[in-house]
Nanobody
Framework: QVQLVESGGGSVQAGESLRLSCQAR????????MGWYRQAPGKQRELVAT???????NFADSVKARFTVSRDNSKNTVDLQMNSLKAEDTAVYYC??????????????WGKGTQVTVSS
């Protein structure tokens, strides 16, 4: 069993910054891709940023110049640094990881989500 535990959401003003953190916990053998997705009210869940075990990153165009993603493979953590936040960044942010766990086939795991609210 694997759990993704997120922290760091909150409410900020436009232009401010927030940092989200996520740790994968459990009987983990290997994690390939970790990252963040978000879902705004009335919209589909969308990719924000991902990072591979080798450090290759992928960003949504809407956040590319403002957000950075980093990963610590030794701690099974992934962080999302969000700068110059905009009202349209308001959403529930979900941590995601593709995990090979002991006794299981590899699959995607999701965190419970953390709310980010940006006021203009």
């Amino acid at each position: 069993q694997v759990q993704l535990v997120e922290s760091g959401g909150g409410s900020v003003q436009a232009g401010e910054s927030l940092r989200l953190s996520c740790q994968a916990r459990g009987r983990i053998l290997r994690i390939t891709v970790m990252g963040w997705y978000r879902q705004a009210p009335g919209k589909q869940r969308e990719l924000v940023a991902t990072v591979s075990s080798g450090g290759t990153t992928n960003f949504a165009d809407s956040v590319k110049a403002r957000f950075t993603v980093s990963r610590d493979n030794s701690k099974n953590t992934v962080d999302l640094q969000m700068n110059s936040l905009k009202a349209e960044d308001t959403a529930v942010y979900y941590c995601s990881a593709y995990v090979n766990a002991l006794g299981e086939s590899g699959r995607d795991y999701w965190g419970k989500g953390t709310q980010v609210t940006v006021s203009s």
